[in-house]
Each structure stands twice: as structure tokens, then as C-alpha cells.
């Protein structure tokens, strides 16, 4: 038999094999094969436009002034959601995994401090990419949105830490694991960095903040009780848990998440916001000098990897950052 003909059975009996798999596929769900055909026969072409919403996707900045950098801003804040989404996609997969496959975790934590780094990076864009004059004008047709309202943001902090490690650290020692959630989300830090600077009172932003999410926030946090990524960590065989690549990984994602990441936030508020020795108020009103420092907030996921000098220390860079900007 000459080897064409040997191609053309074989390609044959993989349709064969094909046919059988999706007749398989598709008995149960109340039509044959024969119709899903048709529908395919169909079908129109896939374009890459249609696959990713291209159109509806660039439609979505929508400036609330004339300024040309308010564009930026917003598409920036969309690209940050996206990559938070990213995170929340490998979070959810690591705590709902069954199977404590160390190469897994491994990948996983591996995935999220990638996208961490993309973040870290891009923030140059809002260091150095708008004008301060325009900034500083169009920020008051935003009023009192604020990047702190970001639920998602929250969310990865919940899947990454039982609730009391993201409890303000001047109230820690009066919470446990044992406290409720409701109790726990009652101190977390966040709420902190969004009262009124001159009255103490709670901002429009965080007003806005927790009646929109705070029900959702809760609910979370109650299902990953006991099954966030330290407790999948923990979940590990003991062998596992001294594995140096996983605790490097996990170190990694803390430095990312509460050190790096709030320091690009650090340096973009005092080019903005900072002029002539005059701090100048966040637009939901926030105190971002007492919110974004990492060393102020002590916010760190897995405590139990560093020594009492490590967490001491913790974010102290945040000096450097301030004084020596040049090397951002």
C-alpha cells in the first residue's frame, strides 16, 4: 500500500474515532449529532475582533473632561483590573485544588507574582506619563472615586490571608482566628486609610465602598475561611511546606503584593499630590500618607515565613523610595 493511501486511512479512522467521541459528547443533551452539525455548518467564522470584544472593549474609556491624559489614567486603571482579574483567576484554582500537587502550587503562586511584576513595572506609566497640571485639574471631575475602591483587590487579599492578618495592625491584639468574620472585617485596615482627614468620620468613598461590596466581601471570606492560600499551604505534607522554590514563591508574592506594589503607589502620590512641602488631598479623600506606606501597614499574608527582625523591617524601603526616586 503506498503511503498515500496509508494517510488517507488513517486520517479516516481518526474521523471515525471523532464522530464516535462527540456522539458520546452530545446523547444526553436531547439532540443528535446531526443537529450540532448543521449549527456548525452554520456558523460563521471566528475574527479575533469578535473573540475579545475589540470594539466594545476600546469603547469602554469614556473621559469625564476634555484633558488628553484623563485617557491614560482610565486605561491604565482598566489594564490594573484586568491583571487583578488575572490573579484572582490562579487564587481561585489554588484554593479550590484537591489535589496538593507541589508543582501546582508552585505554578500557580509562580503565575500570580508574574502578573504581579507586569504591574510593578507598567506603574512608570502613571509616575511619569501624565502632566502634573492636568492631573491635578482633571482629578476634580472625579470626585469621590478613588482607586481604593477596588473590590477585586480586596478579594485577592482575602483569598491570600485568614482575615485577621489584614486586621490595622494597631488593633491586632484584639482579634484572633477565632473572632468572627464580621468581627474581622470590622477592623481590617482599609477602612483606616478612608476617613475624613480633618473629622475622623468615614468618607463618601468608603460609604460607597462597603454598602456596594461589603455583603460580597463577607461572603467570600466566609468561604475561604481555613482554605485560603497559607491554609493551602499548610494542607501541604510536611516535606512539601520546606521545599525552598514553594517559600521563596510565597515570599515573593508578599513582597509583591504589600511592599513593591504599594511603593509605585507611594512614589505616584508624592508626584502628584505632594507640592511645595503642601500635601494635597486624594480624591476620595483618603490619607494616603498614613495608608500607603507598607511599613505604616504591616499588612503581610504569610507571617509565619519571616523572623521578628524580617517583620520588623517590614517595608522600610519605602524611605529609599521617597528620598531616592531615581531609583524607581
Request: net charge neutral; hydrophobic share 35%.
Amino acid at each position: 500500500m503506498d503511503e498515500k493511501k496509508l494517510r488517507s486511512m488513517n486520517k479516516k479512522e481518526k474521523i471515525d474515532s471523532q464522530i464516535l467521541k462527540l456522539e458520546e459528547k452530545y446523547k444526553d443533551s436531547g439532540q443528535d449529532l446531526s443537529s450540532y452539525l448543521d449549527g456548525l455548518l452554520y456558523q460563521r467564522y471566528l475574527t479575533y475582533w469578535d473573540y475579545i470584544h475589540l470594539d466594545t472593549l476600546l469603547s469602554l474609556q469614556v473621559p469625564r473632561t476634555y484633558f488628553p491624559d484623563e485617557e491614560i489614567f482610565i486605561m491604565y486603571h482598566q489594564i490594573t483590573e484586568l491583571y487583578f482579574k488575572l490573579i484572582l483567576h490562579e487564587q481561585k484554582q489554588l484554593v479550590d485544588d484537591k489535589s496538593q500537587k507541589m508543582e501546582f502550587f508552585i505554578e500557580k503562586v509562580r503565575r500570580i507574582n508574574s502578573y504581579y511584576q507586569a504591574l510593578i513595572s507598567s506603574f512608570s506609566i502613571m509616575i511619569k506619563g501624565m502632566e502634573r497640571k492636568q492631573f491635578l485639574q482633571y482629578r476634580m471631575a472625579l470626585l469621590p472615586a478613588s482607586g481604593f475602591q477596588s473590590a477585586q483587590y480586596r478579594m485577592i487579599e482575602i483569598y491570600s490571608t485568614g482575615m485577621q492578618n489584614l486586621v490595622h495592625h494597631t488593633e491586632r491584639d484584639k482579634y484572633s482566628a477565632e473572632n468572627s468574620i464580621e468581627e474581622l472585617y470590622e477592623g481590617v485596615y482599609w477602612k483606616k486609610g478612608a476617613t475624613d482627614i480633618s473629622t475622623g468620620e468615614k468618607t463618601l468613598t468608603l460609604k460607597q465602598f462597603e454598602y456596594r461590596y461589603t455583603p460580597r466581601l463577607v461572603r467570600i471570606a466566609k468561604q475561604v475561611k481555613n482554605n485560603t492560600i497559607w491554609d493551602k499551604y499548610l494542607q501541604l505534607s510536611t516535606e512539601k511546606q520546606d521545599n525552598k522554590e514553594i517559600i521563596e514563591a510565597l515570599k515573593t508574592l508578599d513582597i509583591n503584593a504589600n511592599v513593591n506594589w504599594p511603593l509605585m503607589h507611594m512614589g505616584s502620590a508624592h508626584r502628584y499630590l505632594n507640592k511645595d512641602k503642601m500635601q494635597i488631598d486624594a480624591t476620595g479623600g483618603t490619607n494616603w500618607k498614613e495608608y500607603l506606606p507598607p511599613s505604616f501597614q504591616k499588612i503581610v499574608f504569610f507571617p509565619e515565613l519571616y523572623n521578628k527582625e524580617e517583620l520588623n523591617n517590614w517595608g522600610k524601603q519605602w524611605v529609599d523610595h521617597i528620598f531616592n526616586p531615581e531609583k524607581v
